[in-house]
């Protein structure tokens, strides 16, 4: 994300954790056009992560005794975004599969590996900003993650569906040398930013489909 984009990201959170409304919903939308913005990497992930949840906490400020309400809304909708990311990237890495040829063992690995990052990173960059946040946030968010790291996430249990679905894939490209393959982790990535585009819009409100 250029700094613009992700001071546009953070400021469109912010207002619509401040406003209180459709919070859940709003931040859904908001980070699965960010994660589209660009190709569906880790990179990308793991900077409109960090941008949303630093939105959502100094969206936090104005919320009072609904704080806890609110930030729930908010980082379920986070949530619920990244695990139709992950979501993505399987039905890419599925793609890919089918076409084994133009892949490497490598570039299967790599991208199975970051499917199982994705809660750590939504998880690791929520305590990160908790540290930074004032008490009755902190709190909050650490109440969050606690009860995250026992019960699971949205994004976690994606995760291990996908991997479940993934798991001969090793098997199928263990055998497979190629001195310069034509496609690599990076397309991949775009493969899975394209059907992430598709599963947004298909989200999408009927009154706000153009």
Same mark, same amino acid.
């Given at each position: ?14 207002a619509?954790?401040?406003? @209180?409304?459709?919070?859940? =919903?709003?931040?859904?939308e908001?980070?699965?056009k ?23 906490? $100094? ?6 005794e ?13 949530? #619920?975004?990244?695990?139709?990311? +992950? ?16 892949? /490497? $063992?490598?570039?299967?690995? #790599?991208? &199975? ?13 929520l305590?990160?900003?908790?540290? @930074? /946040? ?5 709190? &909050?968010?650490? #109440? ?5 790291? =026992?019960?699971?996430? +949205?994004?976690g ?6 991997? $479940? ?14 001195? /310069? ?5 990076s397309?991949l ?9 598709g599963?947004?819009?298909?989200? =999408? ?6």
């Amino acid at each position: 994300m250029t700094e613009i984009d992700r001071q546009n990201v953070k400021g469109a959170v912010r207002a619509a954790v401040k406003s @209180g409304t459709d919070v859940h =919903q709003l931040i859904k939308e908001i980070t699965l056009k960010a994660l589209t913005a660009r190709q569906l990497d880790m990179e990308n992930i793991k900077s409109v992560t960090e941008t949303v949840i630093n939105g959502i906490n $100094e969206g936090m400020t104005s919320h009072g005794e609904h704080s806890k309400e609110v930030f729930m809304q908010a980082a379920t909708a986070l949530d #619920d975004a990244l695990a139709i990311a +992950a979501e993505a990237s399987t039905l890419a890495i599925e793609e890919a599969a089918s076409k084994v040829a133009e892949y /490497s $063992e490598h570039d299967f690995n #790599d991208a &199975i590996n970051d499917l199982q990052d994705r809660e750590g990173v939504f998880l690791d960059t929520l305590e990160k900003v908790a540290k @930074g /946040s004032n008490q009755v946030v902190a709190d &909050i968010v650490n #109440d969050f993650i606690a009860h995250s790291r =026992q019960s699971g996430t +949205a994004v976690g249990e994606q995760t291990l569906i996908a991997l $479940e679905a993934l798991k001969d894939l090793p098997r199928i490209s263990k055998d497979i040398i190629i001195s /310069s393959t034509v496609a690599t982790t990076s397309t991949l990535a775009q493969i899975a930013s394209g059907i992430l585009l598709g599963i947004a819009e298909s989200l =999408q409100p009927s009154h706000s489909k153009k």
